[in-house]
Protein backbone atom coordinates (compact mmCIF):
# COMPACT_ATOMS: atom_id res chain seq x y z
CA UNK A 1 0.00 0.00 0.00
CA UNK A 2 0.92 3.69 -0.76
CA UNK A 3 0.99 6.70 1.89
CA UNK A 4 1.48 10.01 0.58
CA UNK A 5 1.96 12.77 2.76
CA UNK A 6 0.86 15.70 0.14
CA UNK A 7 -0.47 15.94 -3.10
CA UNK A 8 2.70 16.91 -4.45
CA UNK A 9 4.22 13.58 -3.51
CA UNK A 10 1.02 11.74 -4.86
CA UNK A 11 0.94 13.98 -8.26
CA UNK A 12 4.71 13.27 -8.81
CA UNK A 13 4.57 9.95 -8.24
CA UNK A 14 1.65 9.60 -10.53
CA UNK A 15 3.91 10.96 -13.13
CA UNK A 16 6.60 8.63 -12.43
CA UNK A 17 4.68 5.46 -12.06
CA UNK A 18 1.74 5.82 -14.27
CA UNK A 19 1.68 5.87 -17.65
CA UNK A 20 -1.25 6.49 -21.20
CA UNK A 21 -1.91 4.09 -23.97
CA UNK A 22 0.72 6.27 -25.79
CA UNK A 23 3.53 5.71 -23.68
CA UNK A 24 2.74 2.41 -23.06
CA UNK A 25 2.77 1.49 -26.85
CA UNK A 26 6.10 3.62 -27.15
CA UNK A 27 8.00 1.79 -24.29
CA UNK A 28 6.70 -1.76 -25.45
CA UNK A 29 7.16 -0.69 -28.94
CA UNK A 30 4.14 -1.80 -30.28
CA UNK A 31 0.73 -1.17 -32.23
CA UNK A 32 -2.29 0.02 -30.54
CA UNK A 33 -3.88 -3.45 -32.07
CA UNK A 34 -1.53 -5.26 -30.14
CA UNK A 35 -1.86 -3.25 -26.89
CA UNK A 36 -5.30 -3.93 -27.19
CA UNK A 37 -4.65 -8.03 -27.61
CA UNK A 38 -2.65 -7.86 -24.48
CA UNK A 39 -5.43 -6.04 -22.12
CA UNK A 40 -7.96 -8.39 -23.87
CA UNK A 41 -6.00 -11.50 -23.20
CA UNK A 42 -5.50 -9.92 -19.84
CA UNK A 43 -1.95 -10.27 -20.22
CA UNK A 44 -1.30 -6.11 -19.05
CA UNK A 45 -4.70 -4.44 -16.88
CA UNK A 46 -5.23 -1.05 -17.22
CA UNK A 47 -5.50 1.11 -13.79
CA UNK A 48 -7.97 2.57 -15.23
CA UNK A 49 -10.27 2.78 -19.09
CA UNK A 50 -12.47 5.56 -19.46
CA UNK A 51 -13.29 4.16 -22.50
CA UNK A 52 -11.20 6.67 -24.29
CA UNK A 53 -7.98 6.07 -22.87
CA UNK A 54 -6.28 3.59 -20.54
CA UNK A 55 -3.81 4.36 -17.80
CA UNK A 56 -1.03 1.84 -16.90
CA UNK A 57 1.09 0.93 -13.72
CA UNK A 58 4.96 1.36 -15.44
CA UNK A 59 6.11 -1.52 -13.89
CA UNK A 60 3.45 -3.69 -15.46
CA UNK A 61 4.15 -2.67 -19.11
CA UNK A 62 7.84 -3.23 -18.72
CA UNK A 63 7.33 -6.29 -17.40
CA UNK A 64 4.89 -7.34 -20.26
CA UNK A 65 7.70 -6.12 -22.50
CA UNK A 66 9.89 -8.52 -21.08
CA UNK A 67 7.63 -11.32 -21.22
CA UNK A 68 7.18 -10.52 -24.46
CA UNK A 69 10.80 -10.20 -25.42
CA UNK A 70 11.66 -13.46 -24.02
CA UNK A 71 9.39 -14.86 -27.52
CA UNK A 72 10.88 -12.57 -29.59
CA UNK A 73 14.15 -13.41 -29.35
CA UNK A 74 15.73 -15.66 -32.08
CA UNK A 75 17.44 -18.61 -31.17
CA UNK A 76 21.13 -18.73 -31.61
CA UNK A 77 23.13 -21.35 -33.48
CA UNK A 78 26.30 -22.52 -33.56
CA UNK A 79 26.57 -21.88 -37.61
CA UNK A 80 28.01 -18.86 -38.83
CA UNK A 81 25.86 -16.78 -41.38
CA UNK A 82 22.61 -18.26 -40.10
Keep these: MYTF ?4 ELAEWIAR ?5 SE ?3 IMDCSRQNLHKFVQSGKLVPIKDTGRERLFLRS ?3 ERKEAASIYNRKPKTDKPGE
Design 24 to 26: AME
Design 17 to 21: EVVGT
Design 60 to 62: DVL
Design 5 to 8: NSKE
